[in-house]
């Protein structure tokens, strides 16, 4: 590529097997794999009810059995170093439940979940485990190969379908440069910048959206544990 990098094409939805020779190649062709950014996904939306099985099996392939897929290749040589940086691309929508995108927030909570099961399961052999939580970006998640509209129009969700349309239409207006993504990532995994001599967090939000509406979630969450703590607890024998 014009900027000096190599490029080796895997596709995550492959078979193990493949995604494992593939893992063995870069390791071969480029050296030892300190980092892996788990970045592929794209967004399915629709009401739970419009969506058929096959369009939650799509969108899971992608967004949680590739991940989980390549992420299982990698292990075996993180484990061998005992050293390893896992960035998980999620979303705002991994914390928050969107109507209307069921099965894009549905695989995104699954990712959350799968990345905090695997940072305490690794945290030992000195393998880190990082999961970003990107608000609205200007990149290209909104375009058609990026997102797939799975809307039949039953009349029942009519309003609800036309605010996803309006969302889809932001495409170009968001407010979240790219770029500053990226170099807020380079440092997280680096420990550069304003990551400089902290310990990496679990999670990370990047972007003003995503900071108010995780807070909000946090403590509307806080708030439910106040509110029904009687009712929660004494049950025990």
Known sequence: ME???????????????????????????????????????????????????????????????GTIKVTRSILPFFRRRRAGTIVMMSSAAGNLGMPGASPYVSSKFALEGLSECLRLETAHLNIQTLVIQP????????????????NSGLED???????????????????????????????????SGLAEGKPMPETLPIGIDAVKAIRLKCEKTLRNLQEWEEMSCGTDY
């Not at 950014?37 to 939306?45: C, H, K």
């Not at 207006?173 to 420990?191: A, C, F």
């Open 135 to 150: 608000g609205m970006f200007r990149t290209s998640s909104l375009n058609a190969r990026s997102y797939r509209n799975n």
């Open 157 to 191: 969700y009519a309003a609800l379908n036309e605010r996803m349309g309006v969302a889809n239409s932001m495409q170009g207006t968001q407010r979240g440069e790219p770029e500053k993504l990226v170099m807020r990532v380079v440092d997280m995994v680096k420990g």
């Open 3 to 65: 900027a000096g990098a190599s490029c080796l094409q895997l596709d995550i939805t492959a078979s193990q097997a493949e995604l494992d020779t593939k893992i063995e190649m870069a390791e071969t062709m480029f050296g030892p794999i300190d980092i892996l950014v788990n970045n592929a996904g794209y967004a399915e939306v629709g009401i739970l009810e419009d969506s058929s099985q096959e369009v939650f099996q799509r969108q899971y392939d992608t967004n949680v059995f």
